[in-house]
């Protein structure tokens, strides 16, 4: 599942505003369990239809490197809107609604429904994130956390978070419930991220995260995340409304 928001797995309120169009070409891997999960390429469109109205369109495909056991490649299509009743100085939120389609694997669909809110305090950001997301195969992911964000110049934007996901146990970056017919339990992971958003140009973004997990409960604990890619902006004379945009490291 992949979601448009700061660079790291959480999301912010941000809409990108009327006539405003921004594109994302990326990539990220993620170690667990000893082995390696790679998403890519991920090609991310968020269109602004009105403002505090967005067009969301994400693809992206995901493998497996290195495994010992029997995988199979995936990806997915997750289009949806981002709905932004409250802008201001101080205080945004935002309601983001999106459809999944896995192009592969099992084909599954799903619905995931996000909650974002925003304080603003200065050159700092505080903001949390909340979400459930129904699968058609009976299962169901709840993800969260808190993240923090700091202009320290006009041009580079810095993050941390620290976010939780809860999903069925075999949902690590590598097996992804392939060949089992039946989930015995649900696993928790923990972890923090750390990244940067740095406005290159005034339409060409760089963004990047690095994190590791802080602990599982149920599997084991995830090794390292990353994630780089770039950030193209059209409308508003080049400038971005949401100066951060990212899609989240983990596929579902």
């Known amino acids: 599942m992949a979601q448009a928001g700061p660079p790291g797995v959480l999301d912010d309120p941000h809409a990108v505003g009327k006539g405003t169009v921004e594109i994302i070409l ?64 101080d205080w945004n939120a935002a309601w ?30 505080l903001g949390v994130d909340a979400s459930y997301t129904w699968l058609n195969d009976g299962e169901d992911i709840w993800r969260g956390g808190l993240y923090g964000l700091y202009s320290a110049t006009d041009r580079l934007v810095l993050l941390s978070e620290v976010w939780f996901e809860r999903s069925p146990e075999c949902f690590d970056v590598a097996t992804l419930c392939v060949n089992q017919t ?8 923990f972890a923090v991220n750390v990244g940067f958003d740095w406005a290159m140009l005034d339409a060409v973004h760089m963004l990047g995260s690095a994190g590791t997990g802080i602990d599982s409960d149920g599997r084991e604990r995830i090794e390292w995340q990353a994630f780089f890619g770039f950030q193209y902006i059209w409308g508003s004379g080049g400038e971005d409304p949401a100066p951060l945009a990212f899609l989240e490291p983990r596929s579902f």
């Open 26 to 89: 990326a990539t990220s891997a993620a170690e667990q369990a000893g082995e390696k999960g790679l998403h890519g390429p991920i090609f991310d469109l968020t269109v602004g239809v009105v403002d505090g109205l967005d067009f969301l369109l994400v693809a992206e495909g995901f493998f497996v490197v290195g495994s010992g056991e029997p995988t199979q490649d995936d990806g997915a299509v997750v289009s949806g809107l981002k709905w932004q009743p409250i802008a201001g100085p």
């Open 96 to 125: 983001t609604p999106v459809a999944i389609f896995e192009l592969a694997g099992e084909n599954r669909v799903g619905i995931s429904n996000a909650i974002q809110i925003e304080r603003t305090l200065g050159r700092f950001a």
């Open 182 to 189: 039946e989930v015995s339990g649900r696993a928790t992971d």
